[in-house]
T-cell receptor, first 115, second 109 residues
Framework: AAGVIQSPRHLIKEKRETATLKCYPIPRHDTVYWYQQGPGQDPQFLISFYEKMQSDKGSIPDRFSAQQFSDYHSELNMSSLELGDSALYFCASSSGDRGSTDTQYFGPGTRLTVL | GQQLNQSPQSMFIQEGEDVSMNCTSSSIFNTWLWYKQEPGEGPVLLIA?????ELTSNGRLTAQFGITRKDSFLNISASIPSDVGIYFCAGGYGNKLVFGAGTILRVKS
């Protein structure tokens, strides 16, 4: 079965540069979530989109922004990168009854290293 | 906000042994999910629980949604070396997930 696709899988940037991470959800999934995971930590929710509209916001820095496009793929844009932004970034997707908690399926992640 | 207490933090067991881990919270959740994560990879969904009291199996894995909706456990029977990894519980409310801190499982063959 098709899974969540993320690109790139690895990214190395310098401080103060910008980065764009892409996520392609499972076909027919309408909701996309972004998470950040530091070493030895659990995934921390950043932001989510449902039907191309932002649905929830977590601990996402103001330097980051994201959007979901008409084909449901999503991009996380990160500017003025800091050393502390080095982490694994996961995208998850879901589809379901809006009245229930959707089951989220995670992508393989993008490892961002800021030098 | 919601917080989950996942225990144990780590386990080092002999191949063939059974494993049990759990998550508790002071908050009520609508969904409990269990994920396994291997180094550098994304969390892989193992079991999803949607109803209080629900008991679900997936091969050697069994998980239950606590009747109070504040806890869940995951059992792995007859562990094998490929069970190694980090197991996360996640409680769902609304459209959000809250993750436990993870249980690191190591299996000695």
């Amino acid at each position: 079965a098709a899974g969540v696709i993320q690109s790139p899988r690895h990214l190395i940037k310098e401080k103060r540069e910008t980065a764009t991470l892409k996520c392609y959800p499972i076909p027919r999934h309408d909701t996309v979530y972004w998470y950040q995971q530091g070493p030895g930590q659990d995934p921390q929710f950043l932001i989510s989109f449902y039907e191309k509209m932002q649905s929830d916001k977590g601990s996402i820095p103001d330097r980051f922004s994201a959007q979901q496009f008409s084909d449901y793929h999503s991009e996380l844009n990160m500017s003025s990168l800091e050393l502390g932004d080095s982490a694994l970034y996961f995208c998850a997707s879901s589809s379901g009854d809006r009245g229930s908690t959707d089951t989220q399926y995670f992508g393989p992640g993008t490892r961002l290293t800021v030098l | 906000g919601q917080q989950l207490n996942q225990s144990p933090q780590s386990m080092f067991i002999q191949e063939g042994e059974d494993v049990s881990m759990n998550c508790t919270s002071s908050s009520i959740f609508n969904t409990w999910l269990w994920y396994k994560q291997e180094p550098g990879e994304g969390p892989v969904l193992l079991i999803a629980l949607y109803k209080a009291g629900e008991l679900t199996s997936n091969g050697r894995l069994t998980a239950q949604f606590g009747i109070t909706r504040k806890d869940s456990f995951l059992n792995i029977s007859a562990s094998i070396p490929s069970d190694v990894g980090i197991y996360f519980c996640a409680g769902g409310y609304g459209n959000k997930l809250v993750f436990g801190a993870g249980t690191i499982l190591r299996v000695k063959s």
